[in-house]
């Protein structure tokens, strides 16, 4: 299978000298804390482990290394590999070096004029529609997941109404699933953001013209919460919003 550039990126960014201290499987987010202290999380796609966490970390003790299972077919090891790498991009540290720290409330749209146009989102995110209907005012917005509920469309129909976007808005979990190379070529006149959680914060991202995720900022608390809770993360992070590929401008 032939993954997109956008892998690569990712994985060429992260240190290879960064050891993983600890990977905590909660009830919605695995985390993986690093020997720093930094800890990055993903969302949890995956019905049941297919290894041990112990053994994982034997062969893959480094961060980077962990990073580059994130191309793997196996939703646990993508799973795992993807908070190995918020670990080591998405700190308070880094945000605050490109001037990305954001309100909770800011749109992820912040930038863009989508009023009159029509917008996609990628995984079931229905506060982000919400807020994009109330404050954005599109035309027209479809919202696609792979497992549809009420107001989603089923990811078969991407093909057809991607191209008939101006702004397309993608959830982190499509590097987990590997979906983010289709969706970027069938919508690829479009604006792209990338929002979420699981989303690494890259200012050098190519293909993405926005990223609006979150990092950590309360992680001692989130790491008690986590195991036996799920949710949203967001009272314990701080949210991040940038142009890509960030100029300094």
């Not at 880094?94 to 309100?103: E, L, N, Q, V």
């Not at 989508?114 to 917005?141: C, F, N």
Request: proline share 6%.
């Amino acid at each position: 299978m032939k993954y997109h550039p956008i892998y690569d990126e990712i994985v060429e960014s992260l240190d290879h000298d960064i050891e993983i201290r600890q990977i905590q499987i909660g009830s919605s987010w695995v985390a993986s804390i690093l020997e720093d202290g930094s800890c990055g999380i993903a969302a949890k796609l995956y019905d049941r482990p297919t290894a041990s966490v112990d053994d994982l970390l034997r062969r893959h003790r480094k961060a980077h290394l962990l990073g580059k299972e994130l191309i793997q077919n196996d939703p646990f090891l993508s799973v795992l590999a993807l908070s190995a790498v918020n670990a080591c991009l998405n700190t308070e540290t880094r945000i605050s070096k490109f001037r990305a720290a954001a309100d909770s409330k800011t749109s992820c749209l912040q930038g863009f004029d989508v009023i009159g146009k029509s917008v996609a989102i990628i995984g079931h995110m229905s506060r982000t529609r919400d807020q994009i209907l109330m404050e954005s005012h599109p035309k027209h917005i479809y919202m696609f997941d792979m497992d549809p509920s009420r107001g989603d469309l089923p990811v078969e129909q991407e093909p057809v109404l991607l191209p008939k976007c101006e702004a397309v808005v993608i959830t982190g979990t499509t590097l987990i699933n590997h979906t983010i190379g289709d969706i970027l070529h069938w919508s690829r006149d479009a604006v792209h953001i990338f929002t979420g959680p699981s989303v690494p914060f890259l200012p050098e991202f190519t293909s993405v013209d926005q990223i609006h995720g979150m990092a950590l900022s309360k992680t001692e608390e989130f790491l008690e919460w986590n195991p036996s809770n799920s949710g949203s993360p967001l009272p314990y992070s701080q949210a991040y919003l940038l142009k890509t590929p960030f100029t300094g401008e």
